[in-house]
C-alpha cells in the first residue's frame, strides 16, 4: 500500500464563553469547540468486473443454449486464471422477447426472437490482473462489459490514518484560539468523529462485440480518497 497522505482543512472554530450559571450557582468554564478534517489516500489493490453475455435467437431455446455454452466458457476460462468460485457470482439472468409492432397500430405485436443476457460478477484480487480478465472473457464470448469498480484492502487502516489526521487539525486549531484569547487549552471535554464511507471506484465500460483478437485492455486505478471529520470541545484557561 502505498503510504497514506495526510491533509488537513480548517472547517470551523468557535469559543464558548461562560455566559451562564449551572445548577449550583457557579459560572461555566469557558469552552472552546472546533472541527477538524482530514484525508487519507491509498491506491486501490483489487477490483469487480460486472461481465456478461447477451444472445438473441429466433427461439428462446436457441437463445438459451447459446448463451449458456459462451458464459461457461467464460468462466472456465476465468477459473483457469486462477479466480475461485467465491470470486464468480451471478447477478443477473433475464430472458425477454423481441417484439415487432404494427406500423398502423390495428395488428397485435408478433414475437420475432428472444434475447437471453446472463451477467457475471468477477472479484479480481490482484489489480494487475483486471486487464487480462476482460480481455479473457470476450475472447470466449462476452459481449457486455457494463462495469468496473476499484477498492482497497486496507481501508481500515486508511479510515485510520483520515481521522488521526483529522484529531490533530482539531488540537491545533484549538491552541491557536487559545493562545489569540491570551490563555491555553485546558482539558479535552468531549469528541465525536464522522466519517466518510469508502466509496468503490466506479468506471462505467461500454457494451463490446466478442473479441476474435488478442486485447491488451489497460486499466489504471488512480487513487481513493478517505475523508473524517471530528468535532472536539476543551476547556479554556485564561491567562493571569
Known sequence: MR?????????????????????????LTAQIV?????EARVSPDRAAVLLGVQSRAATVTAAAADNARRLRAILDTLKSRGLGTDQLSTVNYSVSPEMQYSPTGNQPPKVTGYVVT??????????????GVIDAALVKGANEVT?????SSKAD??????LSAAVADARAQAEVLARAAGGALGALVEISSAQEPIRPMPQLLMRAAAASAPIRTPIEP???TVTATV?????????R
Open 157 to 162: 487502516s486508511i479510515r485510520r490514518a483520515a
Open 147 to 151: 462495469s468496473l469498480q476499484f477498492f
Open 3 to 27: 503510504n497514506a497522505t495526510l491533509f488537513a482543512a480548517v472547517i470551523a472554530v468557535q469559543v464558548v464563553c461562560p455566559t451562564r450559571s449551572s445548577a449550583q450557582g457557579q459560572p
Open 118 to 131: 446472463n451477467s457475471v460478477k468477477a472479484e479480481v484480487r490482484r489489480i494487475e490482473d483486471v486487464g
Open 34 to 38: 472546533v472541527t477538524g478534517t482530514g
Open 222 to 224: 488512480g487513487e481513493q
Open 231 to 239: 468535532t472536539a470541545r476543551w476547556t479554556f484557561v485564561g491567562g
